[in-house]
């Protein structure tokens, strides 16, 4: 039977996190066509158990089933950990890591990318807002032995260009291919719960996840880990809206760190 799974329209993290269950599908036997955002074309191709892909709006081929991943979670009998795995799903392009791993030149203390902006979503919202200002993020430029690279794209890479004092972070502005490939040749990357996350966890690479007081379902309660992915470790918000609590969490665990290279 042919399967056109629904991993995600609108929201990248969406797609990126249930586009998975491809492989789920494709070990019962169905041949599946994934439905993801095309600025995510590239990326997902080639995950395991993807025969095709199509994008929201396109002309429909046929199918024997039509399937909404998100909403599926709601309806699963078998426990989610059973059936998502735990391992990497995910890689960037051959063809860029070579460059970025020039691009980022290996040091002796820790690489650390971030990203401290995403959807506009809930804005308004202290308890759930995910986005917080560059300036919060200035105490991890005083950790030692830690040099900072800016993943973060849109209106938030402003915040960075015209920071005063200048904040201590390259900007590499990539597009999602290529935020792949320069997360592969860093050590950690530092995000708010945002789609680099998403893509961060399915590639494997460590990642710390700054979440607001009232987070998205997905990241449960009362753990700092999670089954989606485990690369990831969870900073909470203990304050509606106060995230200085955050960032010193994330900064003692940096300086705790053990030089990689």
Not at 84 to 97: D, F, H, V
Not at 206 to 216: G, K
Not at 220 to 246: A, C, H, N
């Amino acid at each position: 039977k042919t399967l056109r799974l629904i991993a995600g329209d609108i929201y990248l993290g969406d797609a990126v996190q249930f586009v998975r269950f491809a492989r789920v599908a494709k070990e019962a036997g169905a041949t599946v066509i994934a439905e993801i955002p095309k600025r995510l074309r590239s990326l997902l191709r080639a995950v395991d158990g993807i025969d095709a892909v199509t994008f929201p709006y396109d002309r429909r081929t046929d199918a024997n089933y039509e399937a909404y991943a998100f909403w599926l979670l709601f309806a699963l009998r078998d426990p989610v950990e059973r059936m998502i795995g735990g391992e990497a799903y995910m890689q960037s392009p051959a063809e860029l890591r070579a460059d970025w791993r020039e691009r980022i030149p290996r040091s002796p203390g820790l690489s650390v990318g971030l990203v401290w902006r995403g959807s506009p979503w809930r804005i308004r919202d202290r308890y759930g807002r995910r986005s917080m200002t560059l300036e919060d993020l200035r105490p991890l430029a005083s950790v030692p032995n830690v040099s900072l690279y800016s993943l973060q794209y849109g209106e938030g890479r402003t915040e960075l260009l015209e920071a005063n004092p200048p904040f201590p972070a390259m900007d590499l502005a990539p597009d999602l291919p290529n935020t792949c490939a320069a997360m592969e040749s860093l050590d950690i990357v530092v995000t708010i719960d945002t789609g680099i996350a998403h893509l961060a966890g399915a590639m494997g690479k460590r990642t710390f996840l700054m979440l607001p007081y009232d987070p998205c379902f997905r990241w449960m309660i009362d753990r700092d880990d999670t089954p989606w992915y485990r690369s990831l470790r969870l900073f909470r918000q203990k304050t509606p809206g106060e995230w200085r609590d955050v960032v010193a969490a994330v900064a003692d665990v940096l300086r705790q760190e053990p030089s990689i290279h």
